[in-house]
């Protein structure tokens, strides 16, 4: 913590400057495809949720902004500041990139304590891990996050809790279809933000990186 700049981390209005808009434009573009596959391997990997973690999301999601605030926008501020701007950079200044990213995602996925959220918790902590590591600013994970929980949020509020993308569809020929599309784009979008990032320097200042 004593090694971690202050501003660095909780200085928003200077971490955007380090943007063009592309980076995040393709975070945006790339969150709604990532939740396709996490819910699809959810359902063939996990076992359905219990009734009381659902009754407890029906008692979150309500059609308030208070609700909202409470799913959406506080978790994606806070969170990320938390687990990227200060967990993950802590992690980055001691352990080699790819063991930092990996535990910090994990340790993610932990807190949520229930495997339903942290399974899908862990796989998007992997990509915002990542994204910080070559970015160092916690704006990409923090608009991931708030897209990500508000698609969740309003999905749920309209279709239901226990609804997933198979029953809204209804015709699985459709769902397979569409999925394989979010595959490939999903696979698309990452490529070019790869490119992207190569392009840029990695701003790891006053990193010490462990194998």
Same mark, same amino acid.
């Given at each position: 913590?004593?090694?971690?700049?202050?501003?660095?981390?909780?200085?928003?209005?200077?971490?955007?400057?380090?943007?063009?808009?592309?980076?995040?434009?393709?975070?945006?573009?790339?969150?709604?495809?990532? =939740?396709? &596959? /996490?819910?699809? $391997?959810?359902?063939?990997?996990?076992?359905?949720? +219990?009734?009381? #973690?659902?009754?407890?999301?029906?008692?979150?999601?309500?059609?308030?902004?208070?609700?909202?605030?409470?799913?959406?926008v506080a978790p994606?501020?806070?969170?990320?500041?938390?687990?990227?701007?200060?967990?993950?950079?802590?992690?980055?200044?001691?352990?080699?990139?790819?063991?930092?990213i990996i535990w910090?995602?994990?340790?993610?996925?932990?807190?949520?304590?229930?495997?339903?959220?942290?399974?899908?918790?862990?796989?998007? =902590?992997? &990509? /915002?891990?990542? $994204?910080?590591?070559?970015?160092?600013?916690?704006? +990409?994970?923090? #608009?991931?996050?708030?897209?990500?929980?508000?698609?969740?949020?309003?999905?749920?509020l309209h279709f239901?809790?226990?609804?997933?993308?198979?029953?809204?569809?209804?015709?699985?020929?459709?769902?397979?279809?569409?999925?394989?599309?979010?595959?490939?784009?999903?696979?698309?979008?990452?490529?070019?933000?790869?490119?992207?990032?190569?392009?840029?320097?990695?701003?790891?200042?006053?990193?010490?990186?462990?194998?």
């Amino acid at each position: 913590m004593k090694r971690i700049q202050k501003n660095h981390v909780f200085n928003l209005k200077e971490e955007s400057r380090k943007f063009d808009g592309k980076v995040l434009f393709l975070t945006v573009l790339i969150t709604p495809f990532l =939740g396709n &596959l /996490i819910e699809y $391997l959810g359902e063939i990997l996990l076992p359905p949720a +219990p009734e009381s #973690l659902t009754s407890l999301f029906a008692d979150w999601v309500q059609p308030t902004f208070v609700s909202f605030v409470s799913m959406a926008v506080a978790p994606a501020i806070l969170e990320e500041l938390l687990f990227r701007g200060v967990i993950l950079e802590g992690m980055l200044q001691e352990y080699s990139p790819r063991k930092a990213i990996i535990w910090s995602a994990v340790l993610f996925g932990v807190v949520h304590l229930n495997p339903w959220q942290a399974f899908g918790a862990i796989i998007i =902590g992997l &990509l /915002i891990g990542w $994204l910080y590591y070559k970015t160092r600013s916690v704006l +990409p994970g923090i #608009l991931l996050h708030f897209v990500n929980n508000s698609l969740a949020f309003f999905l749920m509020l309209h279709f239901g809790i226990e609804a997933n993308t198979s029953d809204i569809i209804g015709n699985p020929l459709v769902y397979y279809l569409l999925l394989a599309v979010s595959v490939v784009i999903f696979v698309g979008i990452l490529w070019y933000l790869v490119q992207v990032l190569k392009q840029k320097p990695n701003p790891a200042l006053g990193e010490v990186a462990h194998p």
